[in-house]
């Protein structure tokens, strides 16, 4: 039979800003380092942009307004993380896979394709982060139990379908669950907030880390899912790298590697 007793809330895990800048992939022509604006058509009815730290205030009761959310800017430690984040949607679904391969039933399979044409439309963009940041650590498996402690998050966990508590579940395939994580911490958080267990005095809590999906099996990337409102003039924009698979461009190696880890053909 299951004991319970009381006892001190579990410490969330914080990760100081990285020493190096980070990357963040995305298209020509933009500062990437500038979020969606909310009228942007890629916006959902729901009021996210379909990401998985994306706000969900507008799912709330009452919803609560544009100007009271925020808007997350995903990055990577390293331009390999920033394009596998960027391009794993370029992968066959597992649908259509299936599909095709009953209808034809060959020896070959249906592989997404890297070239030239996606790369000559993409930048890496590199900044660097000030050290008043930390970011909350949902990969760590204290911050997972630190998070099933709360009511409210438990309440989305049993609602996703979940009967344990295990870090993935936190950068896993339920957007509605890893949204409210992030509405949690930027709440808890903000300036005059009751704070996190474990939150360190005098820092900035601006956003939060993980471990991308995707990797190699033994490398998992570092990624950054940035608050605009509180990285906003704590960060140093660099230098922009225009993708291309020619050797002559310096982020070619890192681009193949991500097609390769993404099981894409590169063409």
């Given at each position: 039979?299951?004991?319970y007793v009381a ?115 993409r930048k890496a ?104 409102k509180r990285v ?36």
């Amino acid at each position: 039979m299951s004991r319970y007793v009381a006892a001190p809330y579990t410490d969330y895990v914080f990760i100081e800003a990285p020493p190096d800048p980070i990357v963040r992939v995305g298209k020509r022509g933009f500062n990437l380092w500038i979020p969606k604006d909310w009228n942007h058509p890629k916006r959902r009815p729901d009021g996210t942009f379909g990401d998985r730290f994306d706000d969900p205030g507008r799912l709330h009761n009452p919803p609560i307004p544009d100007d009271d959310m925020f808007r997350m800017i995903y990055a990577a430690s390293g331009p390999e993380g920033a394009v596998c984040e960027t391009a794993a949607y370029l992968r066959p679904k597992p649908r259509k896979l299936r599909n095709r391969s009953l209808a034809r039933r060959s020896n070959q399979a249906d592989k997404g394709v890297m070239d030239e044409d996606w790369c000559s439309t993409r930048k890496a963009s590199f900044t660097s982060l000030n050290k008043d940041l930390v970011f909350v650590d949902v990969s760590s498996h204290q911050t997972a139990n630190a998070l099933s402690e709360d009511r409210f998050i438990a309440h989305w966990i049993a609602a996703a379908g979940y009967s344990d508590v295990d870090p993935l579940i936190f950068r896993g395939p339920n957007r509605r669950l890893t949204q409210e994580v992030a509405r949690h911490i930027w709440e808890r958080t903000e300036p005059g907030g009751i704070g996190l267990p474990g939150q360190p005095p005098g820092k900035v809590v601006a956003g939060i880390y993980y471990s991308s999906r995707h990797g190699d099996g033994t490398y998992d990337y570092p990624c950054w899912a940035l608050f605009d409102k509180r990285v906003d003039g704590h960060h140093n924009p660099g230098h922009d790298v225009d993708l291309s698979l020619d050797d002559t461009c310096p982020l070619a190696p890192h681009i193949k590697r991500a097609a390769e880890y993404l099981g894409l053909v590169i063409e």
